[in-house]
């Protein structure tokens, strides 16, 4: 987001999907328990245990089956040991402790009105509390020129849950931005 704002012109288009996250509102500042598990798990021995515990993969398995994905069943031991090994690299506690509390600076709120060009928000229809559909409208309202793609079989993941119905969309989304 950062970068297609400081860019202008060289990009031409952004797409941005489900935006949202962690149950969060636009712009909202850091809870104290948000900065709580932030410090915890930033710490030598007990985040390195909480991290794991939160990281393990029958905990991404309940989040990828529960608020990830449309339909469980779509949730392979392939997937999760994907987003296993992705959590498990090196210096991987310390993204998810910096987001959860608030210390990177992930607002898309305040980027999306920055950025010239069209921004194409994918949002899937069945997105449980994590990025609530009602939500979608507020972010496409913040771009310049913001356009809405739902996606009926979706919740956190279009791209993947949807992959031809997304490049369709955003191919579409594209060749209208270049006209």
């Not at 999907?17 to 909202?28: K, S």
């Not at 104290?32 to 515990?53: D, S």
């Not at 194409?120 to 229809?125: F, I, L, P």
Request: net charge negative; glycine share 8%; with cysteine.
């Amino acid at each position: 987001m950062r970068a297609a704002a400081r860019l202008g012109r060289q990009v031409g288009c952004v797409a941005v999907i489900c935006p949202t996250g962690l149950g969060g509102t636009l712009d909202r500042p850091p809870k104290p328990a948000q900065t709580a598990v932030k410090n915890l798990i930033m710490t030598p021995v007990a985040g390195e245990a909480f991290y794991n515990a939160l990281a393990s993969r029958p905990s991404l398995r309940w989040f990828l089956e529960n608020q990830a994905y449309a339909e469980r069943s779509s949730v392979t031991d392939a997937i999760v040991e994907d987003y296993w090994l992705a959590t498990h690299q090196p210096g991987g506690r310390w993204v998810p402790a910096h987001f959860i509390g608030g210390a990177l600076n992930c607002s898309v709120a305040s980027d999306l009105p920055l950025i010239p060009g069209p921004v194409m928000v994918a949002w899937g229809e069945r997105a449980v509390n994590t990025a609530p559909i009602s939500t979608a409208p507020d972010y496409v309202n913040l771009a310049r020129h913001g356009e809405l793609a739902l996606f009926a079989q979706s919740r956190l993941l279009p791209h993947e849950e949807e992959p031809q119905a997304f490049a369709d969309r955003l191919e579409g989304f594209i060749a209208a931005s270049a006209a």
